[in-house]
């Protein structure tokens, strides 16, 4: 078993409870409204919002900070507020992750909830309640989906990659007879859940990616044995000022190093 991390000792164990609790009840709500023709508004003239987002959204907000009323609060559907910057833990939280899929009747969508202490995850969830999964995870203590844990796999010979055409296009020619690009998923915490669980090898994360997207799956793949990286190489930080991050990757073991090669000299 992994090294047990301090944090643990200091209540992520008792956050992530809460954390399960809350997104098992927010997945729920979303449920009502997959399939029903939620009404749908847009932001920023190019993003869909359901009413399905902000009623799970509003149930995570009271909930979570009542029971953490310390604790700041990040969310994709919540006006960022900078008080949150004070606060020694903050909750990170996409209320659905892939609107867009969860709108077109895809299963593949989730319910993000993550607890963050000096931009490192403490405690991560992923409830997919139309896949009828929950991934979760705590530093040193492994990853588990449906209480089962998960690691990720060797790649094969043909490894399956995710993410953007340009960034695949880029891989190196040795590794392009190897590739099987997988179709679009929309939700890139799903995404990132699957090489967790070893149902893909890798995938590349197109820049723009927020907090709320990665913060809970980033830890439930690095539990896993993989990793996310930046183009320094990096695993990036979470709850700051800045919560956009450029381009990354995702993976284990080899294929991440190519990955990794291959944002470290890419621009946008």
Not at 68 to 79: F, V
Not at 127 to 142: D, H, I, K, S, V
Not at 182 to 190: D, E, G, R
Not at 214 to 236: C, K, N, S, T, V
Request: glycine share 10%.
């Amino acid at each position: 078993m992994p090294e047990r991390d301090p944090a643990i000792s200091a209540g992520a164990s008792k956050d992530l409870a809460v954390l399960r609790d809350a997104a098992r009840e927010a997945g729920v709500i979303a449920m009502r409204y997959f399939g029903n023709n939620p009404q749908v508004w847009m932001k920023e003239g190019t993003s869909p919002v359901s009413e399905a987002d902000h009623a799970a959204d509003a149930y995570l907000r009271e909930t979570l900070l009542a029971a953490r009323p310390d604790y700041g609060w990040l969310s994709e559907e919540t006006a960022d507020d900078p008080v949150r910057l004070s606060a020694r833990r903050t909750f990170v939280v996409d209320p659905i992750d892939g609107t867009r899929g969860f709108l077109e009747g895809l299963r593949s969508w989730c319910v993000s909830v993550a607890v963050v202490e000096d931009g490192r995850t403490l405690a991560g969830v992923l409830e997919c309640p139309a896949r009828e999964q929950t991934y979760w995870a705590l530093p040193g203590e492994g990853a588990f989906l449906n209480g089962h844990r998960i690691a990720v796999r060797r790649p094969p010979a043909m490894v399956e990659i995710g993410g953007p055409k340009p960034l695949i296009d880029l891989m190196p020619a040795a590794w392009q007879s190897r590739l099987q690009r997988v179709p679009h998923i929309p939700s890139l915490a799903y995404r990132l859940a699957m090489i967790a669980g070893g149902m893909l090898d890798a995938s590349f994360v197109k820049p723009n990616a927020h907090d709320w997207d990665i913060a809970a799956a980033d830890l439930i793949l690095r539990e896993a044995g993989g990793a996310l990286l930046d183009r320094h190489g990096r695993a990036p930080l979470y709850a700051g000022e800045i919560i956009r991050h450029g381009a990354l990757a995702a993976g284990s073991g080899e294929l991440l190093t190519v990955l990794a090669g291959v944002i470290a000299g890419f621009e946008a």
